[in-house]
């Protein structure tokens, strides 16, 4: 029984831990219109957060995603006030993320930039497009399309965790059976081992970032439906929650060493962190500031952990 | 010709250009104004400059700018004095930066996790304690450090030419200096050469967060209020003037002149840019393209010289 | 086993030379299939060379290759590797979070995944071995890791396999192991270089033996006909070439180093040494013996667990500030990454190490910094066109050179030189010797890491000599030869 226990991942303990406290002190945080409304709002997280955990595996980071993400929900808010089909926006949406994503991975894998300042430059490029193309106002009048496909259900199923749940099989897929998965393994753990085989790995460490661009541009889609405007700064930090999310799931920072599901964990621990304290009237600031010292707590678990 | 001298003629051509396209630019009111806003991103510049000589970074610098000007807006208002709301001020900006150092020294974090997640924690608890209010209103004798005069110079550009003159003595004068740059040259070699390279870390970032929480009291002084966030626009353009005033990502070489001249080259673009009547939404773009490409050619150095040792 | 095919593979008149050294020069090897063909001799002999030229990774200036009698081209590792050649060198080239058999076959992934995992437990199963095919990398022993190579080579139809050291991290009883895999590989008709610096092995599991010196083969046998001493001679018996005589100490002052059953976690094991003032001192042994180690632990650049290290009668404790702080100086191996700062100038080099030495109120004062920089650039001729050329610009001598001055400078009274020749023309070499000297002359001490016999023979006072991380034996003046040496250094292994 011990041993079935200590296998247990520490993700999951403080997960269910939270869930503890807060149906315990808060009040309705259990309910299920609560349930759901966190799973709504991790929806779009989780979709940063699975290309997150590649890019961390890799060693590398994408600060701009928060930033792409506003950027795409611009664009496609814009085309669709335009009169543009919705496919067609969306899938500039999607262009535009991708755009980015490439440039990132260009930046960090061909010109050999730090990631941290490659994808900071980005994010202020990105943010900076943004601003000059809504003048700091939110894009409205996008019609009632999009709202409607966000608000739709299926099967009881609320549509962004649905796509969430999609996004997560094919990530899934993506990591543990394709080619393209093993080689995210060789880039983070033994990236001269990947070479000496004779593959190009630059290619596909480029596409790594090129995938998060893209679920950027995925994510705008849910944001800009739920909000029904597209906002520049919209998604700011949003990266964050993503970086925090996989690295307290269980993803190191180096080597190689990922665990998609414990992302999913994360995700949800963010999620249930940050609604378990509205739920508790504690001020969204002081959220932002219990998520960054969730990572320093989780790092600090993990760093005792590894000495053991 | 040193770099310096390139990046010193880089202005003067900046300046040039300017002059031409513009009547608006070659006037004292304007060239102070440029001066003053340099000013302020050379002092949060400054201690980052540190920072990124020891081959470490500080990403909080917006953040403990935003924190420590609404701790010294909160101390003045509330005590009437203007000291204790410097003091206050500086001790926050002290605080976080020793905080960084300790967690990038003891807990072995790396510096952009450490300093991002402390952005974070640092503007969450900014935008609770303000909670959505403003604090405005200060006396005349402290807005003076903002927008006063001493001898016909702004005070702001008397507290950057300090700031340089400390600065460069520390970083060219002082062993500390001196460790600083092996440091970040070659961290094993420093340790090796008996070099306590984690207290000197402690030092930086302490020191970094000291000049944050300076930037914050100047930045207030000048604005007359405080907010939650006010320190937000501030970090990308501080990044930028160090790389362009040479100061390498990678550690071990650069300087304080470096980012003084690099902190002026960025707001005569601002600047321009504002005179040409481009609309201001442009600036974080051009800033993160310059940034970009600041670090790119610093980059693209580092690899040049990699293949020919 | 006899084997009287032609070889399976041929390389002839192979030389290769870089900068102010030739590594190898007109060396001949031959291998047939299903043997086991040995390659011995001292550090720098030439063995890695060999290997890299076989596998595609260096070009020789000279010589040619044969397959199965053809002659082959070998340009690149894709070259060597489609022709049938793998090599297994000590550290491993798996990624550490994928499983068995996707380590097996990357960059050749199958598509079928069921397929690719009973086709490695096939490849395995050959080998003999037992390894879930679907454990991580990272949860194998060294041994199985090991094994995991050797089935990866396999599986791209390697005939002829290099082991490069491969007992170096294995226990005794996966040694045996190893072995009996090897004797079913000799079955299957692969060819197999096996490179070892432990004779027993040599005997034990070898079908011939080639053996290298100073670039050349000097003897090609059938382990039958030798023996371990005859061995010993021929990797040995070189003309000393070194021109350098020294002074030996006749009277050694006081302790300054001594070090008492000193124990580290870099698996230095109670280590028992002194250093007199006026003495050099040489560490040797095999590579993987542990010498940097123990000096690493002495200088406190790695963690001790046990004992200790007292300098002038000073216990050591921390790490190497309080070293240096205590007069230590410690010139590494890799000077490049270690010794200095490259992208520093030779001024800022030379005084990183005696700063608070030099400047005890903290104030930087260039006028002071100029002059003791010239004084040392001058003392140690030290050829730089300014102090402020980047150390990266200086050739290895003078770099090596800037090292020891910047221990002169934090006011060292006892040197640690690990290979201080290393990658060193011969003309700077005896410089570095004479500096050596001139050091002790004044009273202080030298403890000198070497993998070069001759130097350690014709430089040093006295030696001690190490093995498998603990002092195998102290060598004084009259018994410093380089069969001693040797003797000690492999006596098991």
Partial sequence: MARSLRRIPGIAWLLASLVIFFSVFGTRFASAPNLINIGNQSSILLLLALPMTLIVMTEGLDLSMGAVLGLSGVVLAMLLVNGNALPVAFAAALGVGTLFGIANGVLVVALGMPPFVATLGMLGVAQGIALVLTDGQSVAGIGSALPGIYASRWLGIPFAILIAAAAYAAFHFLLYHTRIGTYVFAIGGNREALILAGVPADRYHVL?????????????????????????????????????????????????????????????????????????????????????????VALLIDSFRGKS | ?????????????????????????????????????????FLLASGLTLVILSAGLDLSIGANLGLSACMAAAAIKS????????????????????????????????????????????????????????????????????????????????????????????????????????????????????????????????????????????????????????????????????????????????????????????????????????????????????????????????NWNESRA | MKVDLAPLIEMRGISKAFPGVRALDDVSLAVSAGEVHMLVGQNGAGKSTLIKVLCGAHH??????????????????????????????QEFSLVPFLNVAQNIFLGRELRDRRQMHSEAARLLEVLGVQIDTHTLANNLGVAQQQMI???????????????????????????????????????????????????REVFEIGDRITVLRDGRTVASLNP????????????????VDITYGRHFCERPG???????????????????????????????????????????????????????????????????AHSVASGIGLVPENRKTEGLAVIRSVHDN????????????????????????????????????????????????NQQKVVIGKWMNAGSRFFIFDEPTRGIDVGSKAEIFSLLDSIVAQGAAVLMISSELPEIVSVCDRAYVMRDKAIAGELQRSQLTEENILRLAMHHG
């Avoid at chain 2, 202005?11 to 806003?37: C, E, K, W, Y």
């Fill in chain 2, 79 to 302: 005590t009437g004095s203007i000291s204790i709301g410097i003091a206050a001020g500086l001790a926050c900006g002290m605080t976080i930066g020793i905080a960084n150092g300790l967690l990038i020294t003891t807990l072995r974090l790396p510096p952009f996790i450490a300093t991002y997640g402390m952005l974070w924690m640092v503007y969450g608890i900014n935008y609770w304690a303000m909670a959505g209010n403003t604090i405005y209103g200060f006396p005349e004798s402290f807005r003076e450090i903002g927008s006063g005069y001493l001898l016909g110079i702004p005070i702001p550009v008397l507290l950057m030419a300090a700031c340089l003159i400390v600065g460069s003595v520390f970083t060219r004068y002082t062993t500390w200096g001196h460790e600083i740059y092996a440091i970040g040259a070659n961290p094993e070699v420093a340790r090796l050469s008996g070099i306590p390279v984690r207290s000197r870390l402690i030092m930086v970032y302490t020191l970094s967060g000291v000049m944050s929480g300076l930037a914050g009291i100047v930045y207030l002084a000048r604005l007359n209020s405080a907010e939650a966030g006010i320190g937000e626009p501030l970090l990308l353009p501080a990044i930028a003037a160090v790389l362009i005033g040479g100061t390498s990502l990678f550690g071990g070489v650069g300087s304080l002149s470096g980012a003084l001249v690099g902190a002026v080259i960025l707001t005569l673009v601002l600047n321009g840019m504002n005179l040409l009547t481009i609309s201001g939404n442009w600036q974080p773009l051009i800033t993160g393209v310059i940034l970009l490409l600041a670090a790119g050619i610093d980059t693209a150095a580092r």
């Fill in chain 3, 224 to 239: 039958a006909e030798t023996s371990v001493n005859e061995l010993v001679h021929l990797m040995v018996g070189r003309e």
């Fill in chain 1, 208 to 296: 790594i970032y090129a995938i998060g661009g893209l679920m950027a541009g995925a994510g705008a889609f849910l944001l800009t439906g739920r909000m029904s405007v597209g906002h520049p700064t919209a998604a700011i930090g949003m990266e964050f929650d993503a970086m925090v999310a996989v690295i307290v799931g269980g993803t190191k920072l180096a080597r190689g060493d990922g665990w998609l599901p414990g992302s999913v964990l994360g995700v949800m621990t963010v999620g249930v962190l940050k609604n378990g304290l509205n739920v508790m009237a504690v001020p969204s600031s002081l959220q932002i500031a219990s998520i960054g010292l969730l990572v320093i």
């Fill in chain 2, 1 to 41: 010709m040193s770099s310096l001298t390139y990046r010193l003629l880089g202005v003067l051509l900046l300046g040039a250009v300017l002059a031409l396209s513009t009547d608006a630019f070659l006037t004292v009111g304007n060239l102070l104004n440029v001066l003053r806003q340099a000013s302020l991103i």
């Fill in chain 3, 149 to 199: 190579e050797i089935a990866k080579a396999l599986s791209q139809d390697a005939r002829i396999l290099v082991m490069d050291e491969p007992t170096a991290a294995l226990s005794e009883p996966e040694i045996v192991r190893l072995f009996e895999r090897i004797r079913k590989l000799k079955q299957d008709g692969i060819a197999i270089i096996y490179i070892s610096h432990r004779l």
């Fill in chain 3, 254 to 320: 006081k302790t300054l180093l001594e070090t008492r059953s000193l124990t580290a976690a870099n698996g230095i094991r109670d280590a028992n040494i002194q250093v007199r003032a006026g003495e050099i001192v040489g560490l040797t042994g095999l590579v993987g013996a542990g010498r940097t180690e123990l000096v690493r632990a002495i200088f406190g650049a790695d963690p001790t667990t046990h004992g200790e290290v007292l300098i002038d009668g000073t216990l050591l404790t921390g790490g190497p």
């Fill in chain 3, 350 to 397: 030379l005084l990183v190490a005696g700063l608070t030495r030099t400047f005890p109120n903290h104030s930087y004062r260039f006028r002071k910094a100029f002059g003791i920089v010239a004084d040392l650039i001058a003392r140690l001729r030290i050829a730089t066109p300014s102090p402020q050329r980047l150390a990266r610009f200086l050739s290895g001598g």
């Fill in chain 3, 60 to 89: 020789p200036d000279r010589g040619e290759f044969l397959i199965d009698g053809k002659a082959v081209r070998i340009h690149s590792v894709a070259d060597a590797r489609r022709l049938g050649i793998a090599v297994i060198f």
